[in-house]
């Protein structure tokens, strides 16, 4: 698959604001979110974050004008159900923010678990919209419908820490000396390099696909392709048969796995200056975009069958 | 009506000229959108397609007959390939503005322009590539089965099928109602042994693909023996009077 650069911003920085808004509620509901001023400044990191992303999303849009539609179909379509869920998140965070403003508990717990519901629900969607593919063996596996929340969950963590700073721990961890926060960051990141590393090594192949054979519908004889009856690219071909070479994809799947998931870990376990969360922050995202074009770049359609590609 | 196509594997010869009256009818359709060039003249030209001819070469996996001893020659197969106006349309259910239809009346899948925001990710739902992007309006674009055509009056009924199916020169392509077991292309597809193709991924596709027949064996065992001295002579005798 093509990986059109405005979707890879998006699913990054959208799935960061949206871990860091679920990290940023669930701390002031351990009593953890720090001083007012952390608040709303990780408040605006994460507005900034998501609609950075969902405003990259309609980039990709060819009729933008026709954006406005995409809610209509939240029935069979998890395209549409992302958009629903995305803008009950908007409408969560509002009424949450709100309720943080005029100090109202009540309604701050209740917009909370609001907002905490529809960043899952993004989530879900976001993932699902690759998930659902047949045409696509890579994306239907257990790996896409996971690392979507867990990734947006881990950088979203990163980021709450350094947006937070070198605060003393707080809440929980009060007085024990130890941040969980940074050490549940480490879990997630080695949770998600773990998830990577896994799909990477079983990454599915050509026989998880159709064969030619099937393309065709013939059972017997070895099928060539002999000519694609184009002269020049197509649609079909701008968008569904980019490759990228095995040597470059290897270079990439490692310099994912450093940038995005070792290297964060490495600075939150081990520094511990002011800048570290920092570093590790724009590391992991660093890295995240990585694994994210690839996520697309690595991507089989089966319609490559019909222009006698197989891997 | 489940109405469709049956594209036959064994006479299409790859002439295109499906793909190229397609364009005719759909270049300025407006129930297609139109199906509109990209530099059709300049150096690298593009454009949409509703209908594709790719050309494949399929080489026997038995290099020899067992029983027969004849060589198995391959054999070039054209495939057209279209919308398969399929029956669990997943372009259809992803499709999130609404675009995408499926006609409850007939089973064509349309999209509607004014609705499409251009997103692409009815085309990655579809196998097939059946659905291209026209990047100078934005919107998406399939095949309508010539949806204004086939019911047509103003038409003479023997003209009220898709255009590439009356420009098909071979034959090769048969237009109809998949749901009457009585029809043409029903009976068809029974009798030619129709297959959908890709059908494992659960789409359940309508347009049928007839396969090649197998090629006449020649059986050497009941060729004639070396000719004998009567024969020699008679056939130097015909030479010799044809001179």
């Not at chain 1, 159709?210 to 059972?219: H, I, T």
């Amino acid at each position: 698959m093509r990986p059109a650069l405005s979707v890879v911003f998006f699913t990054v920085s959208a799935g960061a604001g949206l871990g860091l808004a679920v990290w940023l509620v669930l701390a002031r509901a351990l009593g953890a979110a720090g001083d007012d001023a952390t608040f709303w400044r990780t408040a605006a990191c994460a507005f900034v974050l998501v609609s950075a992303g969902f405003a990259s999303s309609t980039l990709h849009l060819a009729n933008r004008r026709n954006a406005w539609r995409a809610l209509a179909c939240w029935r069979t379509s998890w395209l549409s159900r992302e958009g629903v869920a995305a803008i009950g998140f908007y409408a969560a965070s509002g009424a949450y923010l709100a309720a943080a403003a005029l100090r109202a508990d009540a309604a701050l717990a209740l917009a909370g678990a609001l907002v905490v519901a529809f960043a899952a629900g993004t989530f879900v969607s976001t993932a699902m919209i690759y998930a659902c593919l047949k045409t696509i063996p890579q994306w239907r596996t257990w790996h896409t419908r996971v690392a979507f929340p867990l990734l947006g969950l881990a950088a979203g963590l990163v980021a709450w820490i350094a947006v937070r700073g070198p605060a003393a721990p707080q809440g929980l961890a009060a007085g024990s000396g130890v941040d969980l926060w940074r050490e549940l960051a480490v879990a997630l990141l080695a949770a998600g390099g773990a998830l990577k590393l896994a799909y990477w090594a079983k990454f599915p192949g050509p026989d998880a696909a159709p064969s030619p054979n099937d393309a065709l519908g013939l059972r017997d004889g070895t099928i060539r392709l002999l000519d694609a009856g184009h002269s020049h690219g197509t649609f079909l071909t701008d968008e569904f048969c980019f490759r990228v070479a095995r040597e470059r994809a290897r270079t990439l799947r490692a310099a994912a796995l450093v940038a995005g998931f070792v290297a964060p870990m490495a600075l939150l376990e081990l520094a511990t200056g002011a800048w570290s969360g920092a570093a590790a922050a724009v590391l992991c995202v660093a890295g995240l975009f990585v694994e994210r074009w690839l996520f697309f770049a690595e991507a089989r359609h089966v319609v490559r069958l019909y222009h006698g590609i197989r891997d | 009506m489940k109405l469709g196509l049956v594209v036959d594997l064994d006479t299409c010869v790859g002439c295109h000229a499906c793909a190229v009256a397609c364009k005719e009818w759909n270049g300025e359709s407006a129930m297609a959108g139109g199906s509109p060039d990209r530099d059709p003249y300049g150096a690298v030209p593009s454009g949409v397609w509703f209908n594709r001819v790719r050309h494949f070469e399929v080489l026997s996996d038995a290099p020899r007959d067992a029983a027969s001893g004849h060589l198995n020659l391959s054999k070039t197969v054209n495939v057209p390939l279209s919308c398969m106006h399929c029956e669990d349309a997943d372009c259809v259910t992803v499709c999130p503005t609404g675009a995408s239809y499926k006609r409850a009346e007939d089973g064509i899948v349309l999209i509607d322009p004014e609705r499409c925001m251009g997103c692409n990710y009815c085309a990655w739902a579809c196998p097939y590539g059946a659905r291209e992007l026209d990047p100078s309006s934005g919107t998406m674009r399939k095949c309508t089965l010539c949806v204004d055509r086939i019911y047509d009056a103003a038409l003479p009924a023997e003209e009220r099928q898709p255009a590439c199916v009356l420009a098909c020169p071979a034959h090769a392509r048969h237009f109809g109602d998949f749901d009457d077991p009585a029809s043409a292309v029903s009976t068809l597809s029974r009798e030619r042994g129709g297959g959908a193709l890709m059908p494992a991924l659960g789409y359940r596709p309508v347009n049928r693909y007839l396969p090649p027949r197998a090629p006449a064996q020649v059986d050497v065992s009941r060729l004639p023996a070396a000719p004998t001295l009567r024969e020699r002579l008679a056939s130097l005798v015909n030479r010799v009077v044809s001179l």
